[in-house]
């Protein structure tokens, strides 16, 4: 079939450059999905985004539409035709459907019934008369979440429309879209080539445009970003920190990207180098510089969108605009230190941390309740920790987080140092909000782990008790992240902390509040449940997750081990032997109920076949192993020795009767059978792992 290029390019005013990479991302993806949908073949795709256009080109686009063949069923030719073999109006209604008469109709057999079928074949479009419309319908799906108006156009978009090339082949695609009547002239760079281009072919784009000082290619315009601002840090002998976030957010605001290093006062860097990194990334869209000791430099690196006759001049302009940033956060800086943490304590009074749930002044008093709490069963420092959450919030009320809301915690560390605070307690106001994001890091100290967890634990237990849990997909305050995190946080730094314990004691936190019977257990299911999500992204199974869900283990570290061993097992040749059997002992012991005493002890006296006593044995060997590893948390070890019970077990159900007429042997083989599922149960309920 023949084919042809497809090329579309929406010219515009500059686009919101923090959404450019995934409006180009959805308008590729429509465009895609609409030609598959019309099963039209295609070699490859491509798209292109700068400040000022979305474009797709599609590479050998099928010219149009193969021939469908189409087949009617129709009524049984028993019910199309009368005894004298005149058609009936079933005949006669399908013919007329098909627009056919009746000596068109074939009789074909479908499923052993003869019926009345009609063959046609389809024609296949035009490509390039679908291709407009697939395209209005990409860009009316695109995710802008507030669209725009522009002259006296009634047309919306997520900036005002300019041109509009949309070609295949050499042929312009007549069209109207968004106002704009289509064609097949591009434009240059607005400062170095403010001219029309002619696109002549889908082909020739990158090459022309590229010629008017536009890298139309959003992800080589970006690894040209990196590259430039890389080889300027080599200039200086330094390092430059390029974090993917912010090198996007360059790529989406130029079209032809020149890198230059520019300075300010050295007299800056006694500011915390948060803040100044904040300044430079988040005002200026600047990379900053490190030394070979990890120090930051007095040095920035930003990317112009235009060839300078006079670079100095930009530079310069650049750095002006960066001293009064840079001066503010001194300013503050140093304004903030002239008063102490602890004494900005009375101003948390006036912030409210939740209507309902009080102020932040009150909040940090029961963190620091709860942080006493916790510091006990860890053996932490107690003082420490209340003192660290005493000042947690603090300097929410500081000037320079005022103005770089983005520092909180981190100014309380510095501000905390300048107070003559214990170091720990100093890293704890900044550790509190870790992590911050999925795969962030975690607190490095003891006294940091215990306020994060306080923290976090407190804000999930308030909005429970007042009803304002996450529901479906809704989840304004985080509380899942914030769960995760508290979960994270104990397994990943191997703390015996029993979660419970800790929920109940936040509980009578809120003393003044009427909390909701069974508070404690809804929000304990709740963070447990968060191991679910965890452990399918690690590939372990639902059903190795519920065998230990199940017995609902309170420490998560704990919980944690269980759940790898379980793993471990279950992979073993003996675990679904040993799956299934579990699972006929737990079936077995709920139809007995109150007659399944697991406490009471087995009678040797009444064993009659030899496999009763061959499992009995086997079972206390198995005991005298698993036991000791299993109160040492040896899971993996435990769960080992356990499954060599597993030809004992397997030869008494083949060879004993358990439901036996003899009540006592009954009872006492049931009791057997209760003690084989009491050694799995310390670690979890692995009848769960059986695959009926």
């Known amino acids: 079939m023949a084919t042809r290029d497809f090329f579309v390019e929406i010219g515009t005013g500059e686009l919101p450059p923090k959404a450019l990479r995934q409006l180009s991302q959805a308008f590729t993806a429509g465009i895609r999905g609409a030609v598959e949908s019309a099963a039209l073949g295609f070699t490859s795709i491509d798209s292109f985004a700068t400040p000022r256009r979305l474009a797709v080109r599609i590479s050998g686009l099928d010219e149009k539409q193969a021939d469908k063949a189409v087949e009617r069923t129709g009524p049984a030719v028993a019910a199309a035709y009368d005894k004298e073999g005149e058609p009936t109006p079933a005949a006669a209604g399908f013919a007329r459907s098909c627009g056919v008469d009746l000596e068109a109709l074939e009789q074909v057999e479908k499923d052993g019934v003869l019926k009345l079928t009609f063959r046609s074949t389809s024609k296949g479009s035009e490509t390039k008369a679908l291709l407009a419309d697939i395209v209005v319908k990409a860009l009316a799906s695109l995710p802008i979440p507030k669209k725009m108006r522009w002259g006296s156009s009634r047309e919306e978009f997520v900036r005002p429309v300019h041109w509009i090339v949309m070609l295949f082949g050499d042929e312009v695609l007549p069209a109207t879209i968004l106002g704009i009547d289509s064609g097949k002239h591009s434009r240059g760079h607005r400062f170095m080539h403010d ?236 550790e509190q909000y870790m992590p911050r994001f999925s795969g962030d890091q975690l607190p490095s100290t003891t006294t940091g782990c215990v306020l994060a967890i306080a923290d976090k634990l407190d804000t999930i237990v308030g909005l429970f008790a007042i009803g304002q849990p996450p529901t479906g997909s809704k989840d304004p305050f985080a509380l899942r992240r914030a769960a995760l995190g508290i979960l994270r946080i104990i397994v990943e730094k191997e703390l015996d902390l029993d979660i419970l314990l800790c929920i109940r004691n936040a509980c009578e936190q809120y003393s003044a509040l009427k909390l909701p019977e069974g508070l404690d257990t809804q929000v304990f299911d709740f963070l447990l449940d968060r191991f679910r999500a965890w452990y399918q992204a690690e590939g372990i199974s639902a059903e190795v997750f519920q065998s230990v869900f199940q017995l609902k283990p309170t420490k998560p570290w704990d919980f944690n081990l269980r759940i790898r061993a379980v793993h471990r097992f279950s992979q073993l040749a003996e675990a679904q032997s040993l799956a299934s059997a579990n699972k006929r002992v737990s079936n077995i012991l709920q139809k007995q109920g109150d007659n399944a005493n697991a406490g009471d002890a087995v009678d040797p006296s009444l064993f009659k076949d030899a496999a009763e006593q061959q499992l009995a044995d086997t079972l206390e060997q198995c005991r005298l192993v698993a036991e000791p590893l299993f109160q040492k948390r040896e899971y993996t070890a435990g769960l080992e020795a356990l499954a060599g019970s597993k030809q004992a077990i397997d030869n008494f159900f083949e060879k004993v009767l358990v439901m036996d007429e003899d009540l006592a042997l009954r009872a006492n083989r049931i009791k057997l059978l209760a003690a084989l599922r009491t050694q799995f149960l310390q670690v979890a309920d692995i009848s769960y792992l059986h695959q009926s």
Do not use: M
């Not at 943490?341 to 909040?363: H, M, P, Y």
């Open 195 to 430: 001219q029309t281009i002619e696109i002549s072919s889908p082909a020739q784009y990158e090459a022309l445009l590229e010629k008017a000082f536009v890298v139309v290619d959003y992800e080589a315009r970006k690894e040209i970003i990196r590259r430039l601002v890389t080889e300027q840090g080599e200039q200086l002998g330094a390092t430059v920190i390029i974090e993917e976030d912010l090198l996007d957010e360059v790529t989406a605001l130029v079209e032809w990207p020149v890198a230059l290093t520019g300075r300010f006062d050295e007299h800056f860097l006694s500011v915390p180098r948060e803040a100044l990194v904040s300044s430079l990334k988040s005002h200026q869209k600047c990379f900053y510089l490190l030394d070979e000791k990890e120090q930051l430099l007095p040095n920035f690196i930003t990317v112009s969108n235009i060839i300078s006759q006079d670079p100095a001049q930009v530079i310069a302009g650049n750095e002006r605009v960066i001293r009064p940033r840079l001066s503010d956060a001194k300013f503050f800086f140093d304004t903030d230190r002239k008063q102490t943490l602890a004494s900005r304590q009375e101003q948390l009074k006036t912030i409210v941390f939740q209507q309902e749930l009080g102020t932040v002044f009150e909040k940090s008093a029961r963190v620091s309740q709860l942080s006493l709490f916790i510091a006990a069963q860890l053996s932490a420092s107690g003082p420490w920790c209340e003192r660290a959450a005493l000042l947690s919030k603090c300097d929410l009320v500081t000037d320079l987080v005022s103005e770089f809301a983005e520092l909180q915690g981190i100014a309380g560390y510095h501000y905390a140092l300048h107070d003559k605070e214990p170091d720990e307690v100093a890293l704890a106001l900044n």
